[in-house]
């Protein structure tokens, strides 16, 4: 009981001294625990309620849903980038060390209230699985695009929790632009096999979320080889996600399209080699009918030359 006792009074000391205050009264910015029982409910609902309820039914057609869905989420990427921008990405910002600013200046404010938005958005990427699953896709539903989407928000809480600016944010900016990519990919992908034809760059947008990756580890960990007013425990946390996730994504693309690609290319190596042997074949037999046809002309040649 002393351990747990200890344990809870650490807990409150972390959240209730150490925490950025002006946001401790924000909507779900009080505790971890609703937005953890968010994320495990949405597992839940994506690997098992959904399939289950979806198992003996018909896919939905959400065409209009969708098309509207990601035109919303290219909309809100695009403002959530711009207001990165405003933050000072950019223009004010340092590249190599940018503390955080914990003043209530507007500026500052304007840069938390981005910082929470951005953690919305990690609420409303869920839809992504949902229509997944609505429309029995449940190959899309891959453990890459769970663990991604899953434990997102929770990531970012801490982030705004603690660290709602500064160096921490890069990140955000540069998700928001890749995001503005993938779902202006996903909106003309929606509006029909007229535009699909024209989607050849899909395979890049995956390239990107790896080069993003990069950068993002790059600029976090490079804060372990100078001096920054900068928690060091954030600069573990946002460097190892993106470890994490490049790893993850690495992994699909090889999955994806290496391996795809590889598969096409012995497929089409069988069938270029099927006509060569379907013409040995029928050389073989046309050689065999030629013969066995001249003998039999030959036996009955002889045989007319012996009745003479």
């Known amino acids: 009981m002393e351990t747990i006792n200890r344990l809870i009074d650490g807990y409150h000391d972390i959240m209730d ?4 205050p002006r946001v401790k009264d924000w909507f779900l910015m009080s505790s971890p625990l609703p937005t953890l029982s968010i994320c495990l409910t949405y597992v839940f609902i994506v690997k098992f309620l959904g399939p289950k309820l979806m198992q003996n039914r018909k896919p939905f057609d959400l065409q209009n849903v969708l098309i509207w869905y990601n035109l919303f989420q290219v909309i809100f990427s695009c403002w959530l980038f711009y207001e990165s921008i405003i933050s000072g990405w950019f223009t004010t910002y340092s590249f190599r060390c940018q503390p955080v600013d914990y003043s209530r200046s507007p500026q500052a404010m304007r840069t938390v209230a981005g910082c929470w938005w951005y953690y919305f958005s990690k609420f409303t990427e869920f839809f992504d699985t949902f229509f997944f699953v609505m429309r029995k896709k449940f190959d899309h539903v891959s453990k890459l695009h769970v663990i991604h989407h899953g434990i997102m928000p929770l990531s970012v809480w801490f982030g705004v929790k ?3 600016g500064g160096h921490s944010t890069f990140f955000g900016m540069l998700n928001t632009f890749v995001h503005i990519v ?3 990919y996903y909106l003309l992908a929606a509006l029909g096999p007229k535009v699909q034809k024209f989607l050849w760059w899909k395979k ?8 993003q990756f990069v950068l993002v580890f790059v600029h976090a960990f490079q804060l372990l080889f100078i001096e920054c007013d900068y928690p060091r425990a954030f600069v573990w946390w946002i460097g190892m996600h993106a470890v994490l996730f490049y790893y993850l994504f690495s992994d699909f693309y090889k999955q994806a399209y290496k391996k795809k690609a590889t598969k096409v290319k012995v497929s089409n190596n069988n069938d ?7 013409l040995s074949q029928k050389n073989t037999l046309l050689n065999g009918f030629h013969s066995s046809t001249l003998n039999d002309v030959r036996q009955r040649m002889a045989g007319a030359v012996a009745s003479q």
């Open 182 to 184: 993938m779902y202006s």
């Open 272 to 278: 270029s080699a099927k006509p060569d042997a379907a």
């Open 17 to 20: 001294n150490h925490s950025d």
């Open 204 to 211: 890049y947008i995956t390239v990107l979320q790896m080069v």
């Open 162 to 164: 603690f660290t709602p």
